[in-house]
């Protein structure tokens, strides 16, 4: 009898072991270090010949829970949580490139990684070469001798655009790549990128592995050898998470596959409604059979997710009526939560790519994303419809 357990089974049974209180949930470690038995002990802690806790910095019993339980979730030999999502893009790439590397990137990035990559990485020397998600049969020429990683984010925000995982996997292994996979929108529930070769896995854990808006948080996991470069730069440079949020996060991982099917159930119906409407332009939903990528899509995720793209007829102006008549759904620029939430990226999250880089990569002024939330359906097409009018 094989001891793998399913899916679900793992995310709420991975647990520490229970202390001489004998819990039945895991307890929260609240606890900046530990303490040493004596000066060898402490010598042998320091010197990695005991796998224990020292300061909460480097890990914590709450953080490596959490840890583990994505790790099983998304098939990685190991893994660091992060502050934030953020943090765990920008430790992930400082940690593995040098002065001279490159970056092969699909263009359709969140924003703030596409800051990173313009603004911040080249002041180190490292330069990013972003190819169009929807002609990957380019990927290959933009790849140089000093290309170190390829990144790409599917399905991508906020176009909700799909990648061949597969493809990549074997361009990376073609060309001797790192290939890193920002999985957020489908979470390891939907789709497991190291099946398909993926090096490395990030997750705003903020978003759906949360689900309910409480707290921020960032986790990558994959190969073990790369995993070690970046606890080395982040155990000296300070970006971990939280033992608190990580204890929030792992309890949150225990409903993940609930909701994400929910999420994609009512997800599916807001798109069909959408698709349907005479002041709609176009949208995407990768489940949709109108999608570009569709056939891509049923192949490696196992439902559509939760966000739904799509564009107001008539530009800024109409855009913004809607924005401005939405009653229930919130006006947010998070995702992922139990709540909907309606999002404007030209004005919010992607502001700072301007007019011509977000046209690039299909951000129009009509553009809206919405993540659908937990409520009922009905009600959320209720509130979509009276804001379109």
Request: glycine fraction near 6%.
């Amino acid at each position: 009898m094989s001891n793998k357990k399913q899916f679900e089974t793992e995310a709420i049974r991975t647990q520490l072991e229970r202390t001489d209180f004998l819990e039945h949930s895991t307890p929260l470690y609240l606890t900046s270090s530990f303490v040493f038995e004596d000066a060898e002990d402490m010598r042998a802690s320091f010197s990695e010949e005991k796998e224990r806790n020292i300061y909460s910095r480097f890990t914590n019993p709450n953080t490596s829970e959490f840890v583990e339980k994505i790790c099983k979730m998304e098939g990685g030999e190991s893994g660091y949580a992060f502050a934030t999502g953020m943090a765990a893009v920008f430790s992930t790439f400082a940690a593995l490139l040098n002065s001279g590397d490159h970056i092969v990137s699909a263009r359709s990035v969140f924003g703030s990684t596409h800051s990173m990559f313009t603004k911040f990485l080249p002041k180190w020397n490292i330069t990013t070469s972003y190819f169009d998600i929807n002609k990957p049969e380019n990927i290959e020429s933009f790849i140089k001798p000093e290309t170190k990683i390829l990144y790409a984010e599917s399905p991508t925000n906020p176009g909700i655009d799909i990648i061949d995982l597969q493809l990549l996997g074997d361009i990376a292994k073609k060309h001797h790549l790192i290939l890193i996979i920002d999985n957020c929108f489908a979470t390891p529930y939907i789709q497991q990128p190291i099946k398909y070769g993926a090096h490395l896995v990030i997750h705003s854990a903020t978003k759906l592995i949360d689900g309910q808006g409480r707290v921020l948080g960032g986790v990558t996991v994959g190969n073990a050898d790369l995993i070690r470069e970046i606890y080395l730069f982040s155990r000296n440079t300070g970006p971990a998470m939280s033992p608190f949020n990580a204890w929030v996060l792992s309890k949150s991982l225990e409903t993940l596959a609930v909701r994400v099917e929910k999420h994609c159930e009512n997800a599916l119906k807001v798109a069909e409604f959408l698709e349907n409407h005479p002041k709609v332009n176009w949208v995407k939903y990768p489940f949709l059979k109108s999608h570009p990528q569709y056939e891509v899509a049923k192949k490696q995720m196992k439902l559509g997710g939760n966000i739904v793209a799509f564009e107001v007829k008539g530009g800024i102006d109409e855009g913004r009526k809607f924005i401005n008549a939405i009653k229930m759904c919130s006006l947010s620029a998070n995702l992922g939560d139990t709540r909907t939430i309606v999002t404007h990226p030209a004005s919010s999250t992607h502001h700072s790519l301007g007019e011509e880089a977000r046209l690039e990569v299909n951000i129009t002024d009509g553009l809206v994303r919405v993540s659908v939330g937990l409520e009922h359906v009905d009600d959320i097409i209720s509130d979509l419809e009276q804001a379109l009018g």
